[in-house]
């Protein structure tokens, strides 16, 4: 199956600092996510991109398809960023995810 | 409000015995998925469903069992023949033309 890497594993930062996370795949995707999953377990989608560059507030997501690999940016951070968040990806279009490991952050007041 | 409830929150199995995991959405979505997550680790796709009457196996099916006779509902049975059940179990959604995922709050199911 597809392969679904994510770095850094651990993240800690100061609030107010930026961030970037990486997201590399091993085969050619027609999906992909980003998801925050908080403290007590619930996943909130951010970002549908399975190519391009969108923002959202403070968060931003640059899918670069050819190349294999995905980045989300958090400027700004907040305490309230902390929590893990993986990306998944879909390889035929079938709604059927392959989700990364997650890169857990931790952001101090 | 339109979303995804699971219950219950928490679960206790004892040896030897079925449990069955409650997944229900009000979003009209088509597609529905079941996922475990292990502590620290990333979500692996138990069984989906694409439709009513329909669904496939996902990369950790043994021991799981589901039914789709609604389109509102995707229950999950974990079964004895599960011998690791502990974890943290989410149910998701899809469709509607929107290619996000939406998820329930999970249930997790702990081992007596």
């Known amino acids: 199956g597809i392969q679904v890497e994510q770095s850094p594993p651990d993240l800690i930062l100061q609030e107010g600092a930026n961030s970037t996370l990486r997201c590399n795949f091993s085969d050619s995707v027609n999906n992909l996510q980003w998801f925050h999953q908080n403290p007590w377990g619930q996943l909130i989608n951010l970002f549908y991109?399975?190519?391009g560059t969108k923002q959202n507030g403070r968060l931003s997501a640059t899918t670069v398809a050819t190349e294999r690999y995905s980045l989300l940016y958090i400027s700004s951070s907040q305490t309230t960023d902390s929590g893990v968040y993986f990306c998944a990806v879909d390889l035929y279009n079938f709604n059927k995810f392959y989700f990364g490991s997650g890169t857990k952050l931790n952001v101090k007041p | 409000d339109g979303g995804i409830t699971q219950s219950p929150k928490y679960l206790f199995r004892k040896e030897g015995q079925n449990v069955t995991l409650s997944c229900e959405q009000n979003?009209?979505?088509?597609?529905m998925y079941w996922y475990r997550q292990d502590p620290g680790q990333g979500l692996r796709l138990i069984y989906y469903?694409?439709?009513?009457?329909?669904?496939q196996k996902g990369d950790i099916a043994e021991g799981y069992s589901v039914s789709r006779e609604k389109k509102e509902s995707f229950p999950l049975t974990v079964t004895s023949a599960q011998k690791n059940p502990t974890a943290f179990y989410l149910c998701a959604s899809t469709g509607g033309g929107e290619e996000t995922q939406y998820f329930g709050p999970g249930t997790r199911l702990l081992v007596l």
């Open positions: 991109i399975p190519s």
């Open positions: 469903s694409q439709i009513v009457n329909d669904f």
């Open positions: 979003l009209n979505h088509d597609a």
